[in-house]
T-cell receptor, first 113, second 114 residues
Framework: DVKVTQSSRYLVKRTGEKVFLECVQD?????MFWYRQDPGLGLRLIYF???????EKGDIPEGYSVSREKKERFSLILESASTNQTSMYLC????????????FGDGTRLSIL | DAKTTQPTSMDCAEGRAANLPCNHS???????VYWYRQIHSQGPQYIIH???NNETNEMASLIITEDRKSSTLILPHATLRDTAVYYC???????????????FGKGTKLSVKP
């Protein structure tokens, strides 16, 4: 079975902190994605990576960065957390070069106080 | 913006088939139809996808009209655990796989009742 694991289900941080969200997939997928989900706004793409050390900005990259040093791991970094980054963060992975679907983790609900 | 239209909500009796419609009248020839569902406080779960032929897997069946302007997801024997928001998404096949963003609309909230 497909497995995408996000390191935390719930996280509480303070304004100005540097926050790391980790995602690991065990399917040897080339593509990995970070979304945030907010009520009324649906899922919005923050960043995606199509291979190790490769990344592209999504629709809302401001205030975020990513790291993909190994194929199975994709990290989302909030450089200096702000209250408007309180959200549900979802990681997904997908086999590259195909019509195969994205598979999602269970999400991290992040609260910035 | 999402390129699909779905009813806001639907009810289904437990044990009966749930038929969830989706309109995608502007679909292009290389665009696939994907269905996901999201149970409260969990990540979206992939259900099924197709291009133009009907598809079936262990979870559901996908019926795509001949003109591909609409589709129906069928859960053959709905259970209470199928209560969720169901999303219909169209996405083009992108050669090289460098992209693949999914645009989720508002979906259909399916309530399965005992």
């Amino acid at each position: 079975d497909v497995k995408v694991t996000q390191s935390s289900r719930y996280l509480v941080k303070r304004t100005g902190e540097k926050v790391f969200l980790e995602c690991v997939q065990d399917m040897d997928h080339e593509n990995m994605f970070w979304y945030r989900q907010d009520p009324g706004l649906g899922l919005r793409l923050i960043y995606f990576s199509y291979d190790v050390k490769m990344k592209e900005k999504g629709d809302i990259p401001e205030g975020y960065s990513v790291s993909r040093e190994k194929k199975e791991r994709f990290s989302l970094i909030l450089e200096s957390a702000s209250t408007n980054q309180t959200s549900m963060y979802l990681c997904a992975s997908r086999q590259g070069g195909s019509n195969q679907p994205q598979h999602f983790g269970d999400g991290t609900r992040l609260s910035i106080l | 913006d999402a390129k699909t239209t779905q009813p806001t909500s639907m009810d289904c009796a437990e044990g009966r088939a749930a038929n969830l419609p989706c309109n995608h009248s502007t679909i292009s020839g290389n665009e696939y139809v994907y269905w996901y569902r999201q149970i409260h406080s969990q990540g979206p779960q992939y259900i099924i996808h197709g291009l133009k032929n009907n598809e079936t897997n262990e979870m559901a069946s996908l019926i795509i009209t001949e003109d591909r302007k609409s589709s129906t997801l069928i859960l053959p024997h709905a259970t209470l655990r199928d209560t969720a928001v169901y999303y219909c998404i169209v996405r083009p096949f992108v050669a090289g796989g460098s992209q693949g963003n999914l645009i989720f609309g508002k979906g259909t909230k399916l309530s399965v009742k005992p």
